[in-house]
């Protein structure tokens, strides 16, 4: 069984920071792209960042310059470091994990920004 669990959400206002973490866990081999997405109230799921086990990076330009991902590949973990937040950056921020069989989704960890 595949456990993926994100942890680091909260409140926060406008251009502070928070660090998101996630950890996948169990039966789960040969990860390849890790990363998070969001999704906002009455709004698609978008892409955040996501990083390969190579370590190439893709942002969405919304957050290029304020975010970065990085990660752990022998703890299969990732991180999202988030500066200068914006209350646009509000929404639930969901892990993402996947490998050569299937994806991965994490429970989700919202984030709050205040103006």
């Known amino acids: 069984q595949v456990q993926v669990v994100e942890s680091g959400g909260g409140l926060v206002q406008a251009g502070g920071s928070l660090r998101l973490s996630c950890a996948a866990s169990?039966?789960?081999?040969?990860?390849?792209?890790m990363g998070w997405y969001r999704q906002a109230p009455g709004k698609q799921r978008e892409l955040v960042a996501v990083?390969?086990?190579?370590?190439?990076?893709n942002y969405t330009d919304s957050v290029k310059g304020r975010f970065t991902i990085s990660r752990d590949n022998a703890k299969n973990t990732v991180y999202l470091q988030m500066n200068s937040l914006k209350p646009e950056d509000t929404a639930v921020y969901f892990c993402y994990v996947h490998n050569m069989y299937t994806d991965y989704w994490g429970q989700g960890t919202q984030v709050t920004v205040s103006s």
């Open positions: 990083i390969s086990s190579g370590g190439t990076i």
């Open positions: 169990g039966r789960i081999f040969r990860i390849n792209t």
